[in-house]
């Protein structure tokens, strides 16, 4: 069986022009006996065309899920099978990320948690050992397909409406917001003093500029706000470390494993209240 892709020096991952998952996929032919198939990649280096060829192997989901621990980790992106357990220490999400997906699709998820994937797919390059066999089913057989398809057409929807384009003047008074605030309970006690009247006042106005910069970089957190993650990333860390006092690596860490499997006990931290309290009538278990 044989594929022809376009491959430029430019950096773009071998197979990354794929249809969107939700689109349908084609594939002709019969898969070649030894589960292997050729990939003609076309190459285009000042003006002239050089066909290099390379192997991809073809895998089955019940392979994949095979190696889903934490020293064997594979996952799916777009049909492409990729081998992350090297990367998993340096991703900068967290391991436990990436282990949240072994042995299952985490095309979704990839897409909404890498806004800039001219970066990240510079990664991807190396990571790559194969794809998906023809005839298997773009995600795990257990999964509803429908389900998965209407949430990706509610993406493409979004995106064409351009709900995922922030207005920067609307952030730019949030925070002036919350500065003034901060100033404002400075200021008056310094000149009112600590007594009962003034604290109380400073505890009210705190807790609004508390709340909102909880809001605040919550959205920087997941570099919404700027075209550029560094701007986000630095946006993130005044408002979560300077103003909030707590580590921006720490709410990272725990709120991207929150978004990539929200409410699945025990991969969700946010729904983890065993120390604490016991939610529902019985123990979760794993």
């Known amino acids: 069986m044989k594929f022809e892709e376009k491959h430029e020096d430019n950096g773009s991952l071998v197979g ?3 249809p969107y998952p939700g689109e349908k996929h084609h594939t002709n032919g019969k898969p070649a006996a030894n589960g292997k198939a050729e990939v003609c990649v076309k190459r285009e280096t000042n003006g002239k065309h050089d066909v290099h060829r390379k192997s991809l192997n073809m895998y089955t989901w019940q392979e994949i899920q095979r190696h889903n621990q934490e020293a064997d980790q594979w996952l799916v992106i777009n049909r492409k099978v990729y081998d992350v357990t090297s990367w998993a220490d340096r991703h900068p999400g967290g391991r436990r990320v990436l282990n949240h997906y072994a042995g299952e699709d985490a095309t979704d998820a990839f897409r909404a948690m890498h806004l800039d994937l001219d970066i990240v797919k510079l990664f991807l390059k190396s990571l790559l050992i194969g794809e998906l066999a023809p005839g298997e089913p773009s995600q795990e057989r257990n999964k509803n397909p429908h389900l998965v398809e209407d949430f990706q057409e509610l993406r493409r929807t979004l995106e064409a409406m351009n709900m995922f384009d922030a207005s920067l003047g609307f952030f730019f008074l949030h925070l002036a917001q919350i500065l003034i605030l901060e100033v404002l309970a400075w200021l008056i006690l310094c000149y ?10 400073i505890s009210f106005l ?3 500029s508390q709340a909102q910069s ?8 997941h570099l919404s706000i700027f075209k550029k993650s560094k701007w986000n990333h630095l946006m993130h860390k005044f408002v979560m470390c300077h103003l909030k006092g707590l580590s921006a690596n720490w709410w990272n860490y725990r709120h991207f494993q929150h978004h990539v499997k929200p ?21 979760p278990v794993k």
């Not at 009112?192 to 006042?201: D, E, L």
């Not at 909880?214 to 957190?221: A, E, I, K, M, P």
């Not at 991969?267 to 209240?273: C, L, R, T």
């Open 263 to 283: 409410n699945i006990y025990p991969k969700d931290p946010d729904i983890d209240m065993g120390p604490l309290f016991l939610l529902g009538d019985s123990q």
């Open 206 to 208: 705190l807790t609004i």
């Open 192 to 201: 009112f003093g600590s007594g009962w009247p003034a604290t109380i006042f």
């Open 16 to 18: 990354w022009s794929q």
């Open 214 to 221: 909880s809001f605040l970089q919550h959205d920087t957190g």
